[in-house]
């Protein structure tokens, strides 16, 4: 787990209690707890199963998005960038998303409206874009 804060590894954490393994995917944004506050973090690996000498961890608070926010690909690019930039990981994955988005709350606004693409475009090969 990625948490925008000074230190340059990954947080574990205990999967949320009544979230399918199957649902946790590396780009999720979680709700977790981080000292004495709540902070967003975002899911970059999982564990297979639990290490005893890990202690005891923190669960996981809520899961905040149906679906991830960054791919495999997205993931990796900013990893090596974080590495390559000497950057603390959490720092430079959650700097990747919009502001909105790093903080905790629903992945839209219900009273913005967003831009859909028409049915012309569904059927638009996006190669044949210049």
């Known amino acids: 787990m990625a948490v925008?804060?000074?230190?340059a590894g990954l947080f574990?954490?205990?999967?949320?209690?009544?979230?399918p393994r199957d649902r946790l995917v590396p780009g999720?944004?979680?709700l977790v707890p981080f000292g004495s506050s709540r902070r967003v973090g975002l899911l970059v690996?999982?564990?297979?199963?639990?290490d005893p000498e890990?202690?005891?961890?923190k669960p996981v608070e809520a899961v905040l998005d149906?679906?991830?926010?960054?791919?495999?690909?997205?993931?990796?690019?900013?990893?090596?960038?974080?590495?390559?930039?000497?950057?603390?990981?959490?720092?430079?994955?959650l700097s990747a998303l919009p502001a909105r988005l790093r903080r905790h709350g629903p992945?839209?606004?219900e009273r913005v409206r967003g831009i859909r693409a028409t049915r012309?475009?569904?059927?638009?090969?996006?190669?044949?874009?210049?």
């Not at 690996?45 to 639990?50: D, F, S």
């Not at 149906?66 to 994955?93: E, K, N």
């Not at 012309?120 to 210049?130: I, R, T």
């Open 4 to 7: 925008a804060a000074p230190v």
């Open 66 to 93: 149906p679906r991830p926010l960054l791919t495999a690909r997205d993931l990796s690019l900013i990893l090596w960038a974080a590495a390559y930039y000497q950057q603390p990981l959490g720092v430079a994955l």
């Open 45 to 50: 690996e999982l564990a297979g199963e639990r």
């Open 28 to 30: 999720l944004r979680l």
């Open 54 to 57: 890990l202690g005891d961890l």
């Open 12 to 19: 574990d954490y205990l999967a949320p209690v009544n979230v």
């Open 107 to 109: 992945m839209l606004d």
């Open 120 to 130: 012309a475009a569904d059927s638009l090969d996006l190669d044949s874009l210049a």
